[in-house]
Structure formats: structure tokens, C-alpha cells
């Protein structure tokens, strides 16, 4: 609907478009900083560990909020339901009492249909609801968590008999505990399925990343330079790009031979870590198919898109789909790491924390990409461990901290959403001038 | 041909009456006929319902201004509901109590709720299109915000301070100050009791809360008087037909500040009354969610997205909360140890709401 630069429309400078464009990633930005400005409790060890642990956890879910955007149906809170289908699968997996790679492998394969069933459904909902879809997404989320605890309150144990002696299932036989222990890797389980297949050092990674990124820009100069006008880069944040990877490589070349204390930061999981890049070049890619353009083309305008013989119904179907079934492997991805299954609140939360860490990276509800969504998801994490740590020593209260830290995930929602609505229509009443 | 006739007129009357207003309704009654079978006392079932509708009333009274608007159910009523327990803990502050001390809250609420209800109506206008939305993480965002004053403002009444420390109780119990039940004793009688027909101040039978029932019909009096007025009627019209009002000279703008500070205030008196029905105040996150028990009572009460009656609000709290009191003790009975009521109360609440979003106009196509 309103994908022309901003500026253009307002006619303002370019700066303020951009300060109001960048103002709630600057917000945390600024947040994080004087986080470690105040509190001498946090070290850099202490911060990178958790940073580490907590963006690995979160970062696929994050990214399944990309297609739903990108095809016009705004910030997909539904990925609630995709969060449930990857809870169901595991319950079942865990009910059986599998577990290591292969049981991993066959939770994600289970959660497949059941999450595309479910996605199929909340797609119908959005086509019904058009113009409405991230409330009625917001609302789908909470009815369906009533069908949820039926199904795991009350008809696993009333309908579907069980043991009463398993441990996953309470003492009178009817319905699943409140937690549930996923048995670790070792002991044939599900915790850390995924992270312990093989972990490489911190510093190791993040040298491998930079080294990439070095690649990455003087592939593209050489590209550039064989044909100039076929592959255009810019100049400036290619520089700042070489920079930045050349001083990280530097810092991380240092650490790793003079085994400094950065070493003794919590080593990072390597096929975690290639699952959340593959689906990054995966939301990159799929924009280069037929498919991908009839996304956009719906996002853009859903009636063009009719016109031009696109059945737009089924294309934001399919995107609901595909954003469901990737936040169900998420889920999966996030509670191997986490090792208990807390059934009836683990999933409750996460379509407002991811929705937020999308929305802190720099995305609206008409324009998400792959970097908003690795830079909110760092960013966020970042906020959530600082905001306790500043609760205790600016006010000697670490619940203040937790507090503030609720208000800005709504906070932050709000005021994203809102600046976008409010931006776009002044903008079109320029257009209407 | 009398056939055919007949079959128009049941059609007519559903249409009337409204479908999720029946199909639900019929669902409380064979409730309450289980109930009844299983040898629940329908006495109590049904006093409970009276006191948690007359509770709840004013809270979902608070929708009927904004969907006649046009800004859609409000589901920013935890603003109101903010500025509401703001005032009642200046009131406890102050040193009041009984009925001072609900004079006084009610007249605070009134007072934060318009400057609020403003800047609030304000906000909806800067964001046409997508209210709901934004209205939801509106009211989201204030109760989380409001949880660092409830913390760190240094008030000084031992009534609802922590013991050791600074801050607020998470629930302060009314009684300390006088204002459990204060309106819901006012007057009040009982039916059917064990003493007689009718007993004045009986405690068995089906217990009529008369000083809570009394405020809940003078504000619906009120609201329903106000959308007979000339502001009340500009109002109406902008909400039905924008561009019609627009060219009619009236200020769309201004018709929908007026009617969000209306709803802001019944949510604040609303929450007073709540309390003191409840006889304690919760604060910091209990307000979180309160805004959804409200907007699915309105729907249920046969309003729609975009039109709403005073008669749609005493309907509707009456049936949903009929609902529940009544589906928690049969419930308990048949499926002992489950928690089916509040998984029942899950589904219907949102699914009315998704019911009521499939029927709104709008959207690209």
C-alpha cells in the first residue's frame, strides 16, 4: 500500500525521516549502553553468555515472523499456534520416550502436518478478517490456548487413556504435569539434541563470522568491479562493513592465542546456528521465486494483485502456513535448549516477545527482512538482560527492573505499531493533497 | 403458505435476537438445568450471577461509547481501569474511608479518567484504521507502566503498604478502610431466604446487591440518555457513516474524544465498583487482561463490532456471567479435578471476539 520512500511522500530531510524510521532501535541501543554504564555487575563474559545463549534460542522464531509481513498480513502473533503444534509434537515424542538426534529429527517431522493443519486454519481466519489480522491474530493465540489445555488437561487421560505412572502425566491419570523434564542428551532425551551435536568456542565463531562477512564484501567489489552496472554496492557501508570485520577478526585472533578470559564465554552450537542462517537465506530466496513475488505483490496491493490473476486468498494462506510451521520448529528449537517442557506457559509468551524483538530490529508492520530480525533479536536479548541489572543499581530493586522490562515489551509494540499507522496517514493525506 | 410464514418469523426473531446471543444463552440455560439435576442450589447460582454481573456491568458498559464511535470495542479499558484503582489508592492515602472514601475515589476517577480519556481519544485519532490494535497494546502498555509507580511512589498508609519495605500490596483488602460490599450492602434484601419471601439485609437465598444494581442502572440511564442528545447522536453518526457525518458539519474528530473519555470514565467508576463488590483492589498486572472478559459480554450481548445498545451490555454481562458462574460448579461435578470452566470461559470469550472480527467491513479488498 505505501512502500515509496517516506521522505519522498512527506518532503522532509532525510535525517528526521531516518531518526523516526531508526527511533525505537535507538531507544535500545541507548537502553543497553547505559545499562553498562551504571551497573558494574555485568561483565562482558556474563553479558556475551547469555546474549549467546538467548539469541540462539530465540532467533528462528523471530524469523518466521518475516513471510506473514512481507505478504501483507502484518506481524503474525499466531505463531502462538505454530508454538503449540511444535509442544504437541514434543509431548508426543517425549511420551514415547525417545529422544538424542532421531528423535529430534522426528519431533520437527511431526510437527510438520500439525502445525500446517493449524496454519491452514488461522490462514482461513486472516482471509475472513482481512484488515484485521493482527488483532484477530492477537486473539487467535488466546482461543486457541483454551483448546490447548483441553486438549492437555482434559483429554489426554479422559479420552486417550494413559498411564498414571508415567512421568509426564499427573498423579490421578488425568492430564500432563505442569513442567516436564525432556532427559537430557545424554540419558537418550531431548535436551540439547541439537546445541551438543557439535560446539564450537565463541571467539572461533565469531572469527568464522567476520571472515565471512570480509568474503562476503570483497566478493561483491570483485563483482562489481567485472560489471558496474549489473551489480551496484555501496560504497560507504561496504568500508564500514571491511572495518568491522577486520578489527572483530583482529579482537578474536588476539583472545584465542593469548587464551584470554573472552575464551571462557559459553561455547556456541554450530547446527543451530546453520538452521537459523539457512532460514534466513531461505526468507532471502524464496523473494527470487514466483511464489516469493506473489507475496509481495499481495502485500503491496491485495486488488493489483487480483487482477493480475494472482489468487491472493491462497498466497496469504500459504505465507500463514509457512510462518506456522516455522515458528513450531522454533518452538522446538527453543525448548531443546531450554530442557523442560513447562506445558501450559512456555508458549504463551512468545508471539509478544518475538513480535517485539522484530519490531526493535527496525521493522513495521509493511517492511521486515532478514537484518531486522538478527539485529532486534540481539538487541532485545540485550535489553532483557540489562533490565534487571539497571533496576538494582539505579534503585536497589531488581523487581523494578522486571517490571520496566514487561513495559517495554509492550511499550515498544505499541509505540512501533502506532508511529507506523500514524506516519502512513499522514502520508496519504499528503497524497490526498 | 402458514408454514412458510411461520418459518419467517422464527428467522425473524433469530435475526432479533441475534445467533451467538442464543446459541449462547440456550448453552447457560441447559446449564443451569444440569445444575439444577446434579442438586446444585439454583439460589445461589443465580445470586452469585446478579452480584458478578452487577460487578462487571459498568466495565462493560464502557464499550457501548467507543463501538458507537466508530473506534471499535475498547480494548484499552485497562486505561480506565488504571486511572480508576489511581483514584482509589489517593482515596485510601487520603485517610478515607467507607463512604467518603467512595465518594472521593469515584469523583479522583472521574477526574484522571477525562484528562486521560483525552490524550487517550487523542491517540485513536492519530491512528485511524488500525485502533484495535493499537488500542490493545495501548492498554497493555499502561498497566505494565503503572506497575513501576505502584513500587516506587512513597505512600504512607499502613493499609496497603508492604510490611517491610517500599511499594504497594499486589491486593489491598477493603474492609481496613470500610468499602468491602459498601454498595453492595446498600440496601440490600434477599429472596426466598430461610426467614420469608423477602428479607431486608438476609444473607440466605437469592441475595439482591440493590446499591451496586442501583449504579450500574443510573449509569446505563446516563449513557442511554447521552446517545439521545445531540452530542450523543453526533456521535452515532460519525461512527455509522464517517463520511456522511463529515459533510453534515459534524466534527468527526472531536465526536470520538468525547466518546473515548466516556468510556474511559465507566471504566474507572466500573472498576471501583468492582472492587468493592470483590472487597479487595488488585494492582500491578491483575487489570492485564480485563479488557477481553468485557468486549466478549458486549458481543455477546448481541452488539456488533460497530453498533452497540445499552440493552446489548445488561443482556450480555447477565448471560456471560451467568455462564461461568453456573459452568464452574457444574464442571466441577462431572469432571472432577479439571479446570473445564476456565478452558470453557477461554474459548467462548475469544471465540465471540473472532466471531465478531470475521464480521467487520474493511481491509484492502
Known amino acids: 500500500m505505501n512502500n515509496i520512500n517516506t521522505s519522498e511522500r512527506l518532503k522532509t530531510t532525510k535525517a528526521s525521516t531516518w531518526l523516526a524510521d531508526n527511533i525505537v532501535t535507538l531507544i535500545f541501543v541507548a537502553f543497553t549502553l547505559f545499562g553498562f554504564f551504571v551497573s558494574d555487575g555485568v561483565?562482558?563474559?556474563?553479558?556475551?553468555?547469555?546474549?549467546?545463549?538467548?539469541?540462539?534460542?530465540?532467533?528462528?522464531?523471530?524469523?518466521?515472523?518475516?513471510?506473514?509481513?512481507?505478504?501483507?498480513?502484518?506481524?503474525?502473533?499466531?505463531?502462538?499456534v505454530g508454538a503449540m503444534a511444535g509442544q504437541i509434537a514434543i509431548a508426543i515424542v517425549r511420551f514415547f520416550e525417545l529422544g538424542g538426534v532421531s528423535g529430534l529429527l522426528l519431533t520437527m517431522f511431526l510437527a510438520l502436518?500439525?502445525?500446517?493443519?493449524?496454519?491452514?486454519?488461522?490462514?482461513?481466519?486472516?482471509?475472513?478478517?482481512?484488515?484485521?489480522?493482527?488483532?484477530?491474530?492477537?486473539?487467535?493465540?488466546?482461543?486457541?490456548?483454551?483448546?490447548?489445555?483441553?486438549?492437555?488437561?482434559?483429554?489426554?487421560?479422559?479420552?486417550?487413556?494413559?498411564?498414571?505412572?508415567?512421568?509426564?502425566?499427573?498423579?490421578?491419570g488425568v492430564g500432563v504435569r505442569m513442567s516436564v523434564d525432556l532427559v537430557s542428551y545424554e540419558d537418550g532425551g531431548l535436551k540439547y539434541a541439537l546445541d551438543k551435536i557439535w560446539e564450537i568456542p565463541f571467539m572461533w565463531a565469531i572469527l568464522i563470522l567476520f571472515a565471512f562477512i570480509l568474503l562476503l564484501q570483497v566478493w561483491k567489489i570483485l563483482r562489481n568491479k567485472k560489471n558496474p552496472v549489473?551489480?551496484?554496492?555501496?560504497?560507504?557501508?561496504?568500508?564500514?562493513?571491511?572495518?568491522?570485520?577486520?578489527?572483530?577478526?583482529?579482537?578474536?585472533?588476539?583472545?584465542?592465542?593469548?587464551?584470554?578470559?573472552?575464551?571462557?564465554?559459553?561455547?556456541?552450537?554450530?547446527?543451530?546456528?546453520?538452521?537459523?542462517?539457512?532460514?534466513?537465506?531461505?526468507?532471502?530466496?524464496?523473494?527470487?521465486?514466483?511464489?516469493?513475488?506473489?507475496?509481495?505483490?499481495?502485500?503491496?496491493?491485495?486488488?493489483?494483485?487480483?487482477?493480475?490473476?494472482?489468487?491472493?486468498?491462497?498466497?496469504?494462506?500459504?505465507?500463514?502456513?509457512?510462518?506456522?510451521?516455522?515458528?513450531?520448529?522454533?518452538?522446538?528449537?527453543?525448548?531443546?535448549?531450554?530442557?523442560?517442557?513447562?506445558?501450559?506457559?512456555?508458549?504463551?509468551?512468545?508471539?509478544?516477545?518475538?513480535?517485539?524483538?522484530?519490531?526493535?530490529g527496525g521493522a513495521s508492520t509493511q517492511k521486515a527482512g532478514v537484518k531486522h530480525a538478527i539485529i532486534g533479536t540481539l538487541l532485545f536479548n540485550s535489553m532483557f538482560i540489562m533490565s534487571p541489572e539497571i533496576g538494582l543499581s539505579l534503585f536497589g530493586n531488581a523487581l523494578l527492573g522486571e517490571y520496566f522490562r514487561t513495559f517495554m515489551v509492550y511499550g515498544v509494540i505499541g509505540l512501533a505499531l502506532g508511529l507506523h499507522v500514524w506516519r502512513t496517514n499522514k502520508s496519504n493525506e499528503i497524497t490526498l493533497d | 403458505m402458514v408454514q412458510a410464514k411461520d418459518k419467517k418469523t422464527t428467522k425473524n426473531i433469530i435475526n432479533k435476537i441475534g445467533l451467538p446471543t442464543l446459541i449462547i444463552g440456550t448453552f447457560w440455560i441447559i446449564l443451569l438445568i444440569m445444575g439444577g439435576a446434579l442438586g446444585i442450589s439454583i439460589k445461589t447460582l443465580v445470586s452469585d450471577t446478579i452480584k458478578r454481573a452487577g460487578m462487571n456491568g459498568i466495565l462493560v458498559l464502557a464499550m457501548v461509547p467507543s463501538i458507537q464511535s466508530g473506534t471499535g470495542p475498547n480494548f484499552a479499558l485497562p486505561v480506565g481501569i488504571v486511572c480508576g484503582l489511581f483514584a482509589i489508592v489517593w482515596s485510601i492515602e487520603f485517610g478515607f474511608t467507607g463512604w467518603s472514601w467512595l465518594f472521593v475515589a469515584i469523583i479522583l476517577a472521574i477526574i484522571f479518567a477525562v484528562i486521560v480519556g483525552y490524550f487517550y481519544g487523542r491517540l485513536?485519532?492519530?491512528?485511524?484504521?488500525?485502533?484495535?490494535?493499537?488500542?490493545?497494546?495501548?492498554?497493555?502498555?499502561?498497566?505494565?507502566?503503572?506497575?513501576?509507580?505502584?513500587?516506587?511512589?512513597?505512600?504512607?498508609?499502613?493499609?496497603?503498604?508492604?510490611?517491610?519495605?517500599?511499594?504497594?500490596?499486589?491486593?489491598?483488602?477493603?474492609?481496613?478502610?470500610?468499602?468491602?460490599?459498601?454498595?453492595?450492602?446498600?440496601?440490600?434484601?434477599?429472596?426466598?431466604?430461610?426467614?420469608?419471601?423477602?428479607?431486608?439485609?438476609?444473607?440466605?437465598?437469592?441475595?439482591?446487591?440493590?446499591?451496586?444494581?442501583?449504579?450500574?442502572?443510573?449509569?446505563?440511564?446516563?449513557?442511554?440518555?447521552?446517545?439521545?442528545?445531540?452530542?450523543?447522536?453526533?456521535?452515532?453518526?460519525?461512527?455509522?457513516?464517517?463520511?456522511?457525518?463529515?459533510?453534515?458539519?459534524?466534527?468527526?474528530?472531536?465526536?470520538?474524544?468525547?466518546?473515548?473519555?466516556?468510556?474511559?470514565?465507566?471504566?474507572?467508576?466500573?472498576?471501583?465498583?468492582?472492587?468493592?463488590?470483590?472487597?479487595?483492589?488488585?494492582?500491578?498486572?491483575?487489570?492485564?487482561?480485563?479488557?477481553?472478559?468485557?468486549?466478549?459480554?458486549?458481543?455477546?450481548?448481541?452488539?456488533?463490532?460497530?453498533?452497540?445498545?445499552?440493552?446489548?451490555?445488561?443482556?450480555?454481562?447477565?448471560?456471560?456471567?451467568?455462564?461461568?458462574?453456573?459452568?464452574?460448579?457444574?464442571?466441577?461435578?462431572?469432571?472432577?479435578?479439571?479446570?473445564?470452566?476456565?478452558?470453557?470461559?477461554?474459548?467462548?470469550?475469544?471465540?465471540?471476539?473472532?466471531?465478531?472480527?470475521?464480521?467487520?467491513?474493511?481491509g484492502d479488498k
Request: overall charge positive; aromatic content about 12%.
Open chain 1, 230 to 360: 549489473l551489480y551496484r554496492y555501496n560504497k560507504t557501508t561496504t568500508l564500514l562493513y571491511i572495518i568491522l570485520s577486520v578489527v572483530m577478526i583482529g579482537i578474536s585472533i588476539y583472545a584465542i592465542s593469548t587464551n584470554s578470559t573472552l575464551m571462557m564465554v559459553r561455547k556456541v552450537p554450530v547446527i543451530t546456528s546453520i538452521l537459523i542462517a539457512a532460514l534466513c537465506l531461505f526468507n532471502e530466496l524464496i523473494l527470487k521465486t514466483k511464489l516469493g513475488q506473489d507475496f509481495r505483490s499481495v502485500g503491496q496491493s491485495q486488488h493489483i494483485a487480483e487482477v493480475s490473476g494472482i489468487n491472493v486468498d491462497q498466497t496469504r494462506i500459504i505465507a500463514t502456513i509457512m510462518s506456522t510451521i516455522f515458528a513450531s520448529w522454533g518452538q522446538i528449537m527453543y525448548l531443546q535448549n531450554m530442557g523442560t517442557l513447562n506445558t501450559y506457559g512456555a508458549h504463551t509468551q512468545i508471539g509478544m516477545f518475538s513480535v517485539a524483538a522484530l519490531l526493535v
Open chain 2, 124 to 362: 485513536l485519532n492519530a491512528v485511524k484504521g488500525s485502533e484495535m490494535t493499537i488500542a490493545t497494546y495501548t492498554g497493555f502498555s499502561i498497566v505494565a507502566f503503572m506497575c513501576l509507580p505502584w513500587l516506587m511512589i512513597p505512600f504512607k498508609s499502613t493499609n496497603m503498604g508492604w510490611f517491610m519495605g517500599t511499594g504497594l500490596r499486589e491486593t489491598i483488602q477493603l474492609d481496613a478502610i470500610g468499602g468491602q460490599h459498601i454498595l453492595s450492602k446498600f440496601l440490600s434484601f434477599s429472596l426466598f431466604g430461610e426467614d420469608g419471601l423477602i428479607t431486608i439485609g438476609g444473607e440466605s437465598g437469592i441475595i439482591i446487591p440493590t446499591g451496586m444494581l442501583l449504579i450500574f442502572f443510573l449509569c446505563c440511564f446516563i449513557v442511554w440518555v447521552y446517545f439521545r442528545s445531540k452530542s450523543g447522536i453526533a456521535i452515532s453518526a460519525g461512527g455509522s457513516n464517517p463520511m456522511f457525518a463529515q459533510s453534515s458539519g459534524i466534527n468527526i474528530d472531536r465526536c470520538r474524544i468525547k466518546a473515548n473519555i466516556l468510556s474511559t470514565v465507566m471504566g474507572a467508576i466500573g472498576i471501583i465498583v468492582y472492587s468493592q463488590g470483590y472487597g479487595y483492589t488488585q494492582l500491578y498486572t491483575a487489570p492485564l487482561m480485563m479488557a477481553f472478559p468485557a468486549v466478549a459480554a458486549v458481543l455477546i450481548g448481541g452488539a456488533t463490532a460497530s453498533r452497540a445498545r445499552v440493552s446489548h451490555v445488561i443482556i450480555g454481562v447477565i448471560i456471560y456471567q451467568g455462564l461461568f458462574t453456573t459452568a464452574l460448579p457444574v464442571a466441577n461435578q462431572m469432571f472432577e479435578g479439571t479446570d473445564l470452566s476456565e478452558i470453557l470461559r477461554m474459548v467462548i470469550q475469544n471465540g465471540i471476539i473472532l466471531y465478531a472480527l470475521t464480521q467487520v467491513k474493511g
Open chain 1, 113 to 172: 502436518p500439525i502445525a500446517g493443519l493449524f496454519g491452514y486454519f488461522t490462514g482461513n481466519l486472516y482471509n475472513k478478517t482481512r484488515g484485521q489480522e493482527m488483532i484477530a491474530s492477537l486473539i487467535v493465540g488466546f482461543f486457541a490456548n483454551g483448546i490447548y489445555q483441553f486438549l492437555f488437561l482434559v483429554v489426554v487421560g479422559v479420552i486417550i487413556k494413559v498411564p498414571a505412572n508415567h512421568p509426564m502425566i499427573k498423579p490421578d
Open chain 1, 43 to 80: 561483565t562482558v563474559n556474563f553479558f556475551l553468555t547469555e546474549l549467546s545463549s538467548r539469541f540462539f534460542r530465540n532467533a528462528f522464531l523471530v524469523l518466521s515472523l518475516i513471510i506473514p509481513v512481507v505478504a501483507g498480513l502484518g506481524l503474525n502473533f499466531g505463531i502462538v
